[in-house]
């Protein structure tokens, strides 16, 4: 029995064994109990993780993979959930534990489950896979990269973020039209910021929105007071600011509207 892959749900499988235990080997398994595997398939990278000292959890939407999955892996007896990863409160089943995430993402959505991690970080110490390899350079580009961003700045914030190495697309069934990339991210040991976190959100997808302006321009609608308009940090473009300075913005741009 094998599963076809179904190019709606941006399925590819690997086929290369040593790449998947490599990605396997990426997490730590160190600080936390449970890992939770994204879009699974036929269970290539499911094998190796399940050869680890660690409670594992496969969440899956493809119907077909998750009856393969099932009568292939009785270690997974229980710990299959049919849900579509983005829509499911994964805490319906792990119930607040912490808890690492790894997988061969589709590409499709590997930046919205970028950002659901994010969101979810007080629970995600830890989080590695396989990406499109433009979207995994992105999240590890530091500033003055032309690629650099939203994604970049905001995993870098709470995460400490390292690409590990390319995939070639001849290791897929069927083969994508371009390279994967593996890259691992670890959260800080200190990973609140000293700002309000809501607003550095919005300040970093607002600046990054207009990425050719000087933030002067790009933040007009945080209604900047002329002192703050002179502060020469805002002569910058948004890729031209660390995640620290964006830490700095944030902070002046509360103080001005207190």
Do not use: W
């Not at 999955?69 to 710990?79: A, E, M």
């Not at 650099?148 to 039209?177: C, H, M, R, W």
């Not at 040991?189 to 919005?202: A, T």
């Amino acid at each position: 029995m094998q599963v076809k892959a179904k190019k709606h749900l941006g399925q590819h499988f690997l086929t290369d064994e040593s790449i998947a235990k490599n990605i396997a080997d990426t997490l730590s398994f160190s600080g936390y109990e449970t890992v939770l595997e994204i879009g699974p398939g036929m269970g290539v990278l499911t094998k190796y993780i399940l050869e680890k000292e660690i409670d594992t959890y496969v969440i899956e939407i493809d119907t077909e993979s998750v009856s393969y999955l099932d009568s292939h892996y009785p270690k997974l007896h229980n710990k299959i959930i049919s849900k579509d990863f983005l829509k499911y409160n994964i805490n319906e089943v792990l119930e607040g534990k912490p808890f690492a995430i790894i997988g061969n993402f589709p590409y499709n959505i590997s930046t919205q489950i970028v950002f659901k991690c994010l969101e979810m970080r007080n629970q995600v110490p830890e989080f590695s896979g396989m990406f499109q390899k433009e979207v995994a350079e992105r999240i590890c580009s530091k500033k003055g990269n032309k690629v650099y961003g939203i994604l970049s700045v905001l995993s870098q914030a709470f995460y400490d973020v390292e690409y590990l190495f390319t995939v070639e697309p001849e290791v897929f069934n069927p083969p994508p039209k371009v390279k994967s990339g593996v890259m691992r991210m670890r959260r800080k040991e200190d990973f609140s910021l000293p700002c309000d976190e809501k607003l550095f959100f919005n300040v970093v997808k607002t600046g990054f929105n207009q990425r050719r302006k000087t933030l002067r321009n790009s933040l007009k609608s945080f209604q900047l007071s002329d002192n703050l308009k002179e502060d020469t940090i805002f002569d910058l473009r948004p890729e031209q600011l660390s995640v620290e300075q964006f830490v700095e913005i944030t902070q002046k741009i509360a103080a001005n509207a207190v």
